[in-house]
Each structure stands twice: as structure tokens, then as C-alpha cells.
């Protein structure tokens, strides 16, 4: 085992030998890393778009005076952020339920009900939607129907991570500290891997490699086809934050108050970016920058090269959600009750919407219209209005 310091600063990188933990080999030889979504933002599968956590395309048509096209009521919090795929939208809450809802109308097409409330966010892929749930259980469904193909038994401590779908495997961490790769076809356990501490980061899948943070403070690279542990990157507090590809290196928040750039490959550190406060917010990814919220009520532009601020702009409220990105805008919701849309050159505001409650959901931007739920326990879609 290799310690490496990263002189002047209080992290460190722990570095495994070939010898490790998980001996099931996923076979994910054939498969591509990121799941196909199309040339162009015309759906929206997972938590950040993509196994990678890009936020978005960077090219999608941007809302410029915005109108709430339809809200549809689950009657209790909602905190996950929707997956749309086709012409339905899926997404949990703490009402128990899982709801496909139709794109157009916001009507209701099927609820599947669990025996926990759903916090996570759910994935898409080949027909099927997969989720957890605080009913310590894992579950894939139809997306035709909602009927049930399979679920998993995580035991005591529930779900909160919200899965990544790659190559046939589902990643995603559990309260009970452990990293977990089912195979999608019959949810049978590949391999898992002990963090020791709760888990709500979603993981980055990317090159045979999985990237998650651990509320022990850490975020792990592990091998994607064996879960060994490649090395670990010790912060000073939880990591609920997921990380986001930027080039070579994956960029994610902590508790600690700080932006880190990480090599991918070493996990030697790159740039670190103070905050000051909490950062659970996950950062998106495009062109030469990065973007995410924080605790302070700041929304944030840095350079993916070195950190440099180009930008933040106060919100009025923490920010829990991760930004997605337009042609010209990033979208996020706030803890004041509003919805913005903030120019990506400048960061200056350039609307923004009241809803009346916490916006925690992180939005999806698909086919020039956006959509999130709230603490008020409605669905949003929005769109261009007249």
C-alpha cells in the first residue's frame, strides 16, 4: 500500500496493490462506458444525465421567459430528480411510490408503492427503471407497467444513491457503507465493496473504472469489473457530493467545504477550491467549466483546469441540487423557494421562478423543457411561455 501526501494540505491518497478486495469479475468487455442517449438532449436516463455526471449536453435550447406547462401532485416531499426516457418521466418520493408520468400532459400512467420512502433518483435503460428505496430493497420494473422483474435485499439501513446503469451492471451505494454491482438481468450480486459509513453519492462509471464518495469522508476508485479498491482520497469530512468527469480528472464536493479535482487514474490531487460551507450539491461538467451549488446560497463557475473562480452568484438559499447545463444558461433550484436560470458567461441572473418551497430535486433539461419535484411534493415541467 502507497500513501501519497499532497504537500501543504490535510487530504491524502491511498494507493492499492493488485492485491485487493472482490474476486466476481463483471464481463463489461462489450459495452460501452456511457450509456447511448442519442446525438442530441432527447432524453435524460439517469442521476446527471450520464454515467458521467456531465449535467447535460451543454447544447440544449435554452428557456428564456419561463411557464409551468403542467404540476403534478405526489402529495408528499419529493427530493429525488426525475430520469426521462421517451415520452414518460419517472421519479420517487416520499409519498412511497415510484410515478411514471406522461411528458405531456403530467398525467399519471402507473405508481409502483414500496415500503420506504424513495430519496434516490431513479435509471432507465433498455426498458426497464431501476431504484432503492428506505425499505432496504433495490428494485428493477417494467417501464411499460411498473410490474416488478426483480428486487435485492440490501439490508438494514435502506438506499439513498442513485444508480448508474453500464454494460448490462448497476452501481450504487447503500446506508450500510457498501458499494454494490448488481447484474441488471436477475439483480444477482457481481461484487460489493465496504466503505464502513453510509453512502449517498451516485457513482461515476468510466474507462473500468467506479468513482463514489462515503460519509467516512473519502471518495473511492475501484475496479469496475471487480470492485477492488484502486485507491481512495481521504477529505476532511462526508462526501455526499458525486463526481463529475472533467477531462482526466473527476471533480466532486465535501462536507468539508471544498471543491476537489482529482486525477482519475492516481487520485492524486489536481486543484482544491475553498467554499467555506457544506458542499452537497454534485458539480456539472461543460466545455472549460464546472458548475455547482452550496450551502453558502452560491452558485458556482470554476475552470476545469486549475479552479479558478469565474464566477458565483448568491441564490438566497443552500443549494442541494446539481446544476443542469444549457447552450447558455445552468439551471438550479434553491432552499428560498425559487427556481433559477443564471447565464453561464457571467453568472448574472436572468430569471427565476417561484415555487414556494425547497427545491432539492435536481432538474432535467430535455427538448428545451425542464423538470424537477419539490418539498411541496409536486412535479414540475416548464417550459418557454408566450
Not at 454515467?51 to 411557464?67: F, L, M, N
Not at 458542499?279 to 450551502?295: I, K, L, M, Q, T
Not at 425547497?358 to 409536486?378: C, I, R, T
Amino acid at each position: 500500500m502507497l500513501l501519497v501526501f499532497n504537500g501543504g494540505c490535510d487530504q491524502e491518497t491511498e494507493a492499492m496493490g493488485p492485491s485487493g478486495m472482490g474476486d466476481t469479475v463483471a464481463d463489461i468487455s462489450d459495452q460501452p462506458d456511457i450509456v447511448p442517449v442519442g446525438s442530441g438532449p432527447v432524453a435524460w436516463p439517469m442521476f446527471r444525465f450520464d454515467a458521467v455526471h456531465s449535467g447535460g449536453i451543454g447544447t440544449a435550447g435554452d428557456i428564456s421567459s419561463p411557464k409551468i406547462l403542467w404540476q403534478f401532485d405526489t402529495g408528499n416531499t419529493i427530493e429525488s430528480s426525475p430520469a426521462l426516457v421517451g415520452d414518460t418521466l419517472f421519479i420517487g418520493g416520499f409519498s412511497k411510490n415510484l410515478y411514471a408520468i406522461d411528458v405531456a400532459s403530467g398525467e399519471l400512467r402507473w405508481s409502483f408503492n414500496v415500503g420506504g420512502l424513495l430519496r434516490g433518483s431513479p435509471a432507465v435503460v433498455a426498458g426497464r427503471v431501476y431504484f432503492g428505496a428506505d425499505d432496504n430493497r433495490f428494485y428493477a420494473v417494467s417501464v411499460t407497467d411498473g410490474e416488478q422483474i426483480w428486487s435485492f435485499d440490501l439490508g438494514p439501513g435502506g438506499q439513498q444513491s442513485s444508480p448508474s446503469v453500464v454494460g448490462g451492471v448497476v452501481y450504487f451505494g447503500g446506508f450500510d457503507g457498501d458499494i454494490y454491482a448488481l447484474d441488471t438481468a436477475d439483480g444477482s450480486e457481481i461484487w460489493r465493496f465496504p466503505t464502513g459509513r453510509g453512502i449517498l453519492s451516485s457513482p461515476l462509471v468510466i474507462d473500468g473504472q467506479v468513482f463514489i464518495g462515503s460519509s467516512d469522508g473519502a471518495l473511492y476508485a475501484l475496479d469496475v469489473g471487480t470492485g477492488r479498491m484502486l485507491w481512495r482520497f481521504q477529505t476532511g469530512q462526508p462526501v455526499f457530493s458525486s463526481p463529475a468527469l472533467a477531462g482526466e480528472a473527476v471533480v466532486f464536493g465535501s462536507d468539508d467545504g471544498r471543491v476537489f479535482a482529482l486525477d482519475r487514474k492516481t487520485g492524486e490531487l489536481v486543484w482544491r477550491y475553498e467554499v467555506g460551507r457544506q458542499v452537497f450539491s454534485s458539480p456539472s461538467v461543460s466545455g472549460d467549466s464546472v458548475y455547482f451549488g452550496a450551502h453558502s446560497g452560491y452558485l458556482y463557475a470554476l475552470e476545469v483546469g486549475d479552479g479558478t473562480e469565474i464566477w458565483k452568484t448568491s441564490l438566497g438559499g443552500a443549494i442541494f441540487g446539481s446544476p443542469a447545463i444549457g447552450a447558455r444558461t445552468v439551471y438550479v433550484g434553491s432552499s428560498d423557494g425559487y427556481f433559477y436560470a443564471v447565464d453561464r458567461e457571467d453568472g448574472e441572473i436572468l430569471w427565476r421562478l417561484e415555487i414556494g418551497n425547497y427545491v432539492w430535486s435536481s432538474p432535467a433539461l430535455v427538448d428545451g423543457k425542464l423538470y424537477f419535484g419539490a418539498h411541496n411534493g409536486s412535479v414540475y415541467a416548464v417550459g418557454e411561455g408566450p
